[in-house]
């Protein structure tokens, strides 16, 4: 599982890169105080297959990738706007790094809390196991 959460925080952290936004990762500590956009990853891993019927063989691992996009409010919602939509470009069906592919990113209705909107992107991944 950590080489499939590997490859997509690699992807993320490209993206991020690309995109001057900064990202909260799982365990490490984040200030948001003063920036104005940013990113929130983490997997829910789904149940692990077989491929086959014998008991060597490969395993079909799959799970969503959630990605929520912060933006402050009261700045509208063209810049939350283009980072979703970039980001459904950078984890687009096909994509994928380390034998990780993409099979689909969607976007949810955004969420409107104290101090933020927030745009939840799910991102469907596929890894072949050995």
């Not at 990762?25 to 940013?38: A, E, L």
């Not at 692990?48 to 063989?57: H, K, Q």
């Not at 994509?95 to 933020?116: E, F, K, T």
């Not at 909107?117 to 469907?124: A, C, D, E, N």
């Amino acid at each position: 599982m950590s080489a499939i959460q590997s490859a997509l925080d690699t992807m993320l952290y490209n993206w991020s890169n690309t995109n001057s936004v900064s990202v909260a990762w799982q365990n490490v500590d984040f200030d948001n105080t003063n920036i104005s956009q940013y990113a929130q990853a983490f997997m829910i891993p789904a149940q692990t297959f077989p491929i086959a019927l014998a008991d060597l063989s490969s395993s079909d691992f799959t799970g969503i990738y959630q990605i929520n996009v912060y933006t402050k409010k009261g700045i509208g919602t063209k810049t939350n706007r283009d980072l979703t939509e970039s980001l459904l470009t950078a984890f687009g069906k096909g994509s994928g790094a380390n034998g990780v592919r993409i099979l689909q990113a969607s976007m949810s209705g955004a969420i409107d809390d104290d101090a933020w909107l927030v745009v939840p992107i799910s991102v469907r991944y596929r890894m072949l196991g050995v």
